[in-house]
């Protein structure tokens, strides 16, 4: 059975910092490409920043430069660093968890995301 459970969110001052984590069990880890996304109420869950296999990374603008994502393979476990938290930042953070075989995606599965609100 495959997991994959977030963990980390919570409520954090503006300009503020938190530390998402991702568990993944019944996968083989190291094969996915990896992202978070996030949905705030009211609005489509958007892409926030992706790694794939060999550790390329790519980020929305609106994160660039505050949220930094890394990977453990060994530990089945992806991150997502977030400093200089804003109210915007504000939303349910999803882990994704991508298999591809060049452009051809196989299969993917989700986390249950985590809250994260940036409020003072």
Do not use: H
């Amino acid at each position: 059975q495959v997991q994959l459970v977030e963990s980390g969110g919570g409520l954090v001052q503006p300009g503020g910092s938190l530390r998402l984590s991702c568990a993944a069990s019944g996968i083989s880890f190291s094969l996915y490409d990896m992202a978070w996304y996030r949905q705030a109420p009211g609005k489509q869950r958007e892409l926030v920043a992706s790694m794939t296999t060999t550790d390329s990374t790519n980020y929305t603008d609106p994160v660039k430069g505050r949220f930094t994502i890394s990977r453990d393979n060994a530990k089945k476990t992806l991150y997502l660093q977030m400093n200089s938290l804003k109210p915007e930042d504000t939303a349910v953070y999803y882990c994704k968890a991508l298999l591809s075989i060049g452009d051809l995606s196989i299969r993917d599965y989700w986390g249950q995301g985590t809250q994260v609100t940036v409020s003072s």
